[in-house]
């Protein structure tokens, strides 16, 4: 079946842009991240949906980030007025429950100029 | 509090020769652990998950992990590397926080594989 999708696969944005960066999970599953890896370093959670419950939005670095799940499907992440230290892989991944490790999608390569 | 440390940060392997890749975990109760791969400008890949069943965990592409709770370890090995298994691996421990799912990521392994 279909995996994680991630759109698009990369962006290139001049500084003080806003970006939309989309994820399509699998169909069912019921949680959904995003992370960011940047260069040379490690992943840094920024923000966990489980169906229909607040998110946990612990991770996002500042209020220029948000991230909305619709239907309990497609998610958007939405960075304003990007700044150069935004630039990095934007990962989404999903899963049905905490036992199964989640699915990741292949990310969005985010560049600001 | 949980946390998740690997050991080391780069290793290099001949090919045909054993892969170890440490990771030993903190956790106030027996987790799952989960390790995953990533090739170079590609997404995460699960090799392999323990869920408290049997403690030798094979995955997929010969890897095989040890869950040892006397030692906190989840080490990763393969009996002999191939070139394709360059990349960096990545050991995760989920956990339940506050009625939230939350995966607590290992800093990576970056393997190289030398003919």
């Known amino acids: 079946g279909a995996g994680v999708s991630q759109s698009p696969s990369n962006k290139v944005t001049e500084k003080g842009k806003d970006v939309e960066l989309r994820c399509d999970p699998i169909?069912?599953?019921?949680?959904l991240y995003w992370y960011r890896q940047s260069l040379g370093q490690g992943l840094e959670f920024l923000i966990y949906?489980?169906?229909?419950?607040?998110?946990?939005k612990s991770g996002l670095p500042s209020d220029r980030f948000s991230a909305e799940r619709t239907g309990g499907s497609v998610s958007t992440l939405t960075i304003q007025r990007t700044q150069q230290e935004d630039s990095a892989v934007y990962l989404c991944?999903?899963?049905?429950?905490?036992?199964?490790?989640?699915?990741f999608g292949a990310g969005t390569r985010l560049s600001v100029l | 509090a949980q946390s998740v440390t690997q050991l080391d940060s780069h290793v290099s392997v001949s090919e045909g020769t054993p892969v170890l890749l440490r990771c030993n975990y903190s956790?106030?109760?027996?987790?799952?652990l989960f390790w995953y791969v990533q090739h170079p400008n590609k997404g995460l890949q699960l090799l392999l998950k323990?869920?408290?069943?049997?403690?030798l965990v094979k995955g997929i592409n010969g890897f095989e992990a040890e869950f040892k709770k006397s030692e906190t370890s989840f080490h990763l090995t393969k009996p002999s590397a191939h070139m394709s298994d360059a990349a960096e691996y990545f050991c995760?421990?989920?956990?339940?926080?506050?009625?939230?799912?939350?995966?607590?990521f290992g800093a990576g392994t970056r393997l190289a594989v030398h003919p």
């Open positions: 991944a999903s899963s049905p429950g905490l036992a199964g490790g989640p699915n």
């Open positions: 169909s069912g599953h019921t949680a």
């Open positions: 949906f489980q169906g229909n419950s607040a998110p946990d």
């Open positions: 956790s106030s109760y027996s987790p799952s």
């Open positions: 323990y869920t408290s069943a049997a403690t």
């Open positions: 995760v421990v989920p956990f339940l926080s506050g009625g939230y799912n939350k995966l607590i």
